[in-house]
């Protein structure tokens, strides 16, 4: 597991409460802390223990350790997109075979390790479905369309005869995908800061693989986002204007990769 965090201690600390309800115990667990806090430090020493307690330490891994959390403190800010790269390093370099990211707004549920695992054996990247803050079905948009820079809207959303959608994008809410995809397209891009970091990479993998999404619910968001309502037809997240700066500049570097 994969986790970028950013002054959200109380959302880390109900994402911590769940990885400790799993029926299954994570290779690793490593926390990369924006913040470099000494509050979160402290979460994961105390997380670190607690996870001792009930399953043990593990195998050794690249550093010569056993012990199932790992917290990677930055020197600065580095957003969502940063701090996943260096995540995703860290797990390379320790020996992962798989890497299971997630921001620290959602909670996984009891089970979601058990639900991906069959996916594995034939897939390598592998996106579960999600809760919304208010319990309901969370729609995610899968399918990026390269023509008008957006996801697709109107994508179906049943799964088929196959149980299962492919897609050509990522969330890094929950995205599971495999060693040798990171071997042949590299580390989730730290330019992008906030906003589509996962979209690309996910477009990338897609080049090597096929990806895809499939019905099992493994994590519930735990953030309210606000939304605009448009004539009670349409919603759109409201954001803050560094949120929208982000969204705009991104769309060069994005645009750059599908011209290259």
């Given at each position: 597991m994969?986790?970028?965090t ?7 600390a109900t994402l ?7 029926e299954q115990a994570?290779?690793r667990?490593?926390?990369v802390?924006?913040e470099?806090?000494?509050?979160t430090r402290g979460m ?5 223990a607690?996870?001792t ?5 593990t195998?050794v ?6 012990s199932?959390v790992?917290y990677?403190?930055q ?5 969502g997109?940063g701090g ?13 075979e798989w890497?299971?990211v997630?921001?620290?707004d ?8 058990a ?11 592998i996106?579960?479905s999600r809760f919304?803050?208010d319990?309901?079905?969370f ?10 820079g957006i996801?697709?809207?109107i994508a179906?959303a ?14 890094f809410e929950?995205?599971l995908f495999s060693?040798?995809v990171?071997k042949?397209?590299g ?6 800061f906030?906003?589509?970091?996962d979209?690309i990479?996910?477009?990338r993998a897609?080049k090597?693989?096929q990806?895809i999404v499939?019905?099992?619910?493994i994590?519930?968001?735990t953030r309210?986002?606000?939304n605009?309502?448009?004539a ?27 011209m290259?």
């Open positions: 994969v986790i970028t950013y002054k959200r201690q109380k959302l880390l911590f409460d769940s990885i400790l309800a799993l994570p290779w667990i490593i926390v802390d924006n470099q806090s000494d509050e994961v020493e105390e997380f670190e607690k996870v307690d009930q399953w043990g330490k195998v891994d690249g550093d010569s350790n056993q199932r790992v990677a403190p020197t600065e800010n580095l957003g997109a996943f790269s260096a995540g995703v390093k860290k797990a390379y370099e320790l020996g992962a890497f299971w997630m921001d620290d959602v909670a996984v549920l009891p089970d979601a390790i639900k991906l695992a069959p996916w594995t054996k034939r897939h390598e990247v996106q579960g919304d803050y319990g309901g079905p729609y995610w948009q899968y399918d990026f369309r390269i023509g008008l996801p697709n809207p179906p049943a799964f088929g005869p196959a149980g299962y959608r492919v897609m050509n994008t990522l969330c929950g995205g060693r040798r990171v042949e397209i580390l989730p891009d730290p330019r992008f906030i906003y589509w970091d979209t990479y996910g477009y897609s090597v693989t990806p499939v019905p099992d619910v994590l519930r968001r309210e986002i606000g605009w309502d448009i009670g037809v349409r919603q759109l997240n409201s954001t803050s204007d560094m949120n929208r700066y982000h969204i705009m500049r991104n769309r060069g570097y994005m645009a750059r990769y599908f290259v």
